[in-house]
């Protein structure tokens, strides 16, 4: 038995729910977030990376979960574009919830651009920083940042709320002006 066998197994035993709970913040069904899952842990123990705890790999592992369905939110675009040329019709999509969030917002979640979706799932709900974020999508700091804030902005108008920091803004500028 190769020495990273265990810690896979120890992963896939008691992280898999909370794996395929934030898979199903970034798939648009449950079997496609337990597919993700179950390609990243291949590909995570598969390569090269080695792993000393198991938090260590599940965060390694969150991370290709991300990776693979932009992947695949890439390919499904070439595919519908293929299709259409062929005048074909793909059957509806059928949405599962993700785990934790109101269905607002995941309907939300779901019309960001996959680029947007996965930099504000992994700025806002991984908390991971900017740098982190960059790193595992591939993308400049100032990429990280265009998206996320686009995805928010999206996310915002579509939920009719606003951005805490633009309320600050607002009561900031209100109280600082003077009537005459």
Known sequence: ??????????????????????????????????????DALLSSFGGRARFATVAEAEAYVRCAIVSRSIDSSRRRAVERR??????????PVVEMPAAGL?????????????????CVVLRHLEDLSVREVADVLRLSEGAVKRY??????????ALGTRDPRETARVRMTEGSSTDA
């Open 82 to 91: 293929a299709l259409s040329r062929l005048r074909l019709e793909r059957e």
């Open 102 to 118: 109101a269905p607002e917002v995941e309907a939300a979640l779901a019309q960001l651009a996959p680029r947007e979706r996965a």
């Open 148 to 157: 996320t804030f686009d995805g928010v902005a999206a996310l915002n108008a």
């Open 1 to 38: 038995m190769a020495a990273w066998q265990p810690l896979l197994e120890q992963v896939a035993r008691e992280r898999y729910p909370r794996l395929v709970a934030r898979a199903m913040l970034v798939a648009s069904s449950r079997s496609e977030a337990e597919d993700l899952v179950s």
